[in-house]
């Protein structure tokens, strides 16, 4: 399981400390610590993750904590809060309608010393990651909840962007940490998602700097030979740095069209078609990672 904890503090020193310090404590974790404004609205973004330890009291102008709370949850609704507090009783009442959500795991009195708070911290994030690899079955219905959400939306703005924040929270389920939204993409024009392409699975990163993502979640909407032939167009145009793509759809795609589209193509690069079958069975599974490197064989050792 991808185990990447945001640290969000506006107490820049005692952030990095903390972050070092907790990366100490557990190595086989991915902290990463965020301070300023744009900082923390990059963070929220872009930055996959499944918990967010956040400092309740922050005085930095333009930084509240209820509101970032709030924003955790609409960006990334599986993500669980850890909050730390200089005094609990003072925050309690402002906390009531977030404590309701369930998914505020604890409340912690934040210390002088760092390496104190991080000890603090400690089991309980152990214990938060432990729940969730004995239970994969909860993250795999959360992802199907969003997605369903994404699939019967009928207001097609709204419609739009659930299905590109699920597109975002299953590509960080498989190891992809930085997802920009909105990217402008190396031919200048305009694509949905940007992922850089960190992952360490040897098989996926081979794949250049970047995947390329186009989400195309109208009613009724068929991927055809002309959806390939311009994204692959996009993909030759990115000079080398990308030499994945992916067009995602809730509806579905013809394969004897795409057979088409591939024989035609001539290239090393790869366009990949994820429609309704595909994200079912990559929901589903136990084993994402290995589920989307078997649906990119499928789809490219098709004769």
Known sequence: MEKTVLIIDDQHLQNNALKKN?????PEYQFEAYSTVSEIGYALENRFCTLVILNIRMDRPGINGVEVINKIFELN???HVLLMSPDREIYDG?????LKTGKIIDIITKKVETYSTAKLLEPIIVNYYGRLSEDISVLNTSLLHYYSDAKNETDLHKKGLLF???I???FGFLGYRDIQKRKIDFSRNELDLSIRNET????????GKYILIECKNKPGYHIGKNDFIIFNTKLKNSNGLSELGIIATTGGFAKTTYLEAMSESGNSNKVLFLSNVEF??????DNKVEEFKKIIDEQHSTP
């Open 280 to 285: 079912l069975r990559l929901i589903q599974s």
């Open 164 to 166: 590109e924040r699920f």
């Open 77 to 79: 609704p599986i993500a």
């Open 22 to 26: 907790l990366t100490d404590l557990l």
């Open 168 to 170: 975002c929270l299953f």
């Open 200 to 207: 360490k699975d040897s098989f996926l990163n081979k794949f």
């Open 94 to 98: 402002l906390l009531a309608t977030v």
